[in-house]
Structures are given as structure tokens and as C-alpha cells.
């Protein structure tokens, strides 16, 4: 015994859920309903048996045929599921973090409420539990979790759930992934930012005359709307975005070294919080880390690369 005792002390955690928990394996157990449900279907065979009632007798067998049928039900209710990918995610630290997956039905039947979480992550809610799943079609899920600390984190396991068509059994199976969730800095901070000698700040206007127009680029979220070839969406063409060489100046200067702070957190932090007000207001901006810059640019495409720099920024000694 004290040999079994010292060489489960040290298997850690995740070797022993490598042990049993196979990925794609589906594993179940009664829920708090289904418990009590067969507590319920065990008295009334008892009650039955003593009484010799046989009416009694067959409502304990139809309810354990009930519990037998949700059994299996609940079983095929997430087999065959497969993540097909989790799509790209970003939060910042301490808020919720939104995690967007799309899941494949290998089976020749719907599934429906199914959920999921992801190991080493607190989860806040589910948004489409509800979302009925083809056979052999795809199904999106969102849930959020609560993001932890600045950083690049690795969602490794995904577990799926459901406890369909009854609620009497959770049914689960573990899914591996290398999907990446990129968690950005808080966004607090009260400091001046400081301001480019000779910059544009605020919106950049277009000069006047048609030999500034340089091309026309699919449009992404933050786009300056004026900038929006409406014409030829009205076509019925796709939403564009017309680039013209044209100066822009750096705007506002969001540089690491300035900030007077020891702490290199509340360094990033204090940058991100900048680089939230100049989205808010629409301005021009340039990022400076040690050993990168990005801009100067503007929209919130362009910050989501800027919190991403701030997310994978390591001091170095």
C-alpha cells in the first residue's frame, strides 16, 4: 500500500488525467436529477415488492427504462463530435475572454445542447448551447471565459458537454487543440501621452484629386467609414476601402521608455489604456516598444495588432 501511495504522489495532475481520459473517448455520469430520479425508481420496486402491488412494480420498471433509454441517449448525444478549429481570440486580462469554436457531427444524427469548457479556465457563460448540429454538419459555440494574466496562453483541452435529451446523465469527452488565446494588458493608466513634433492628430483627411487614390482593399472592422466605397457596394460588390498615398504623420506617441515606472506591467498596462482612448477618438498613433515600433496608423484593426505587441512583450535582462 504505502508503494502504491508514493508512486501516485508523483504522478501529477495532468499525467493522471492523461491515464484515463482519452481525447475523443465519451465518458457519463448520472446527473443531481438523474441521481435522485433512480433513487426514486429503486424505492418504488421496493414499495412494490412489499406491498405486491404490481402497479408500483411497473412504475419502478418504467422509470428505469426511462433512465436506461436517457442513458443512452445522452451517450449519442455527443459522440461523434469533433472540433473542426477554434477561431482567433483575444481579451484583456481580468475581463471576459470570448472563445468562438466550430464543432463537425461525424454521425448520421442531430445532436443539440452541447457545450463546452477549456481546462485551466474559469468559465462565465455559454451563449449557444442550443444550436442543433447536423449530421455531418458544422455548428459554431461561444463561451466566455474569465481571461487571466497578460500573456500568450495555450488551449490545449476542450471539453465537451451535454446533458440532452433529459438532463438525468453528463455526458463528456476531452478534445486536444492548438489554439492560441491572446490576453492583453489591462487597460488602466492616467498619464499624458505625448505628442509628435509636426504630427496629424485625429481622423486623416484625403487630400483633393483623384491622382492620391492608390487602391481599393477589402475592408476590415475599424475601417474608416468615409473611406468606404459605397458605390460599389451598392453594385453589389464586397465592402472596400480606397488607399491613397497620401503623408500621414506619427500622431500621438505611445513610447515604453517614457513612461516613468519601474514595474513593466503597469508600463503595458498604461500603453494600452492610450491605445483605447486613441480608438475612442479616431487618432493617429505610433507604438514604440524597445525592440519594435508599429505605426503610426489608426482604427481598431490596428490596435488589436498594437494590444498583441503588448501582450507578447517579455522584458529582457
Known amino acids: 500500500m504505502s508503494w502504491l501511495k508514493s508512486r ?3 504522478k501529477t495532475n495532468r499525467d493522471f488525467a492523461s491515464t484515463w481520459a482519452r481525447d475523443g473517448r465519451v465518458y457519463i455520469l448520472p446527473t443531481k436529477f438523474g441521481v435522485m430520479f433512480t433513487l426514486g425508481a429503486f424505492f418504488m420496486l421496493l414499495i412494490g415488492s412489499a406491498y405486491e402491488n404490481n402497479l408500483v412494480n411497473l412504475l419502478g420498471f418504467f422509470m428505469l427504462a426511462i433512465l436506461f433509454t436517457a442513458m443512452i441517449a445522452t451517450h449519442n448525444n455527443i ?3 469533433v472540433i473542426s478549429r477554434v477561431e482567433a481570440t483575444h481579451g484583456f486580462s481580468g475581463e471576459e475572454l470570448p472563445v468562438s469554436m466550430v464543432v463537425h457531427n461525424k454521425t ?3 445532436k443539440s445542447n452541447c457545450d463546452f469548457t477549456i481546462k485551466g479556465f474559469e468559465k462565465i457563460a455559454q451563449y449557444d448551447a442550443r444550436a442543433v448540429i ?3 454538419g458544422d455548428a459554431r459555440l ?3 471565459f474569465k481571461a487571466g494574466a497578460r500573456g500568450l496562453h495555450e488551449l490545449r483541452r476542450f471539453v465537451l458537454s451535454t446533458t440532452a435529451p433529459f438532463g438525468l446523465f453528463y455526458a463528456w469527452q476531452f478534445q486536444p487543440s492548438d489554439a ?7 487597460r488602466t493608466g492616467d498619464r499624458p501621452w505625448r505628442m509628435a ?4 492628430t485625429g481622423d486623416v483627411h484625403r487630400a483633393s484629386g483623384a491622382e492620391d487614390y492608390k487602391e481599393h482593399v477589402a475592408y476590415s472592422a475599424g475601417d474608416n467609414l468615409n473611406r468606404v466605397d459605397w458605390k460599389a457596394f451598392a453594385r453589389g460588390r464586397d465592402l472596400l476601402t480606397k488607399k491613397f498615398d497620401e503623408p500621414v504623420g506619427e500622431g500621438l506617441m505611445f513610447e515604453y521608455h517614457r513612461i516613468s515606472e519601474t ?3 503597469i508600463r503595458l498596462q498604461q500603453m494600452a489604456k492610450w491605445i483605447d482612448l486613441a480608438v475612442s477618438r479616431g487618432q493617429v498613433f505610433t507604438l514604440t516598444l524597445p525592440s519594435k515600433k508599429l505605426g503610426p496608423d489608426q482604427g481598431l484593426a490596428f490596435a488589436h495588432r498594437a494590444w498583441t505587441e503588448l501582450a507578447k512583450y517579455e522584458e529582457k535582462i
Open 8 to 10: 501516485l504522489s508523483k
Open 79 to 81: 459522440q461523434g463530435l
Open 108 to 110: 448520421r444524427s442531430s
Open 134 to 136: 447536423e449530421p455531418g
Open 142 to 144: 461561444l463561451a466566455s
Open 180 to 186: 492560441i488565446a491572446v490576453v492583453y494588458p489591462t
Open 197 to 200: 513634433d509636426r504630427s496629424i
Open 263 to 265: 514595474d513593466p506591467e
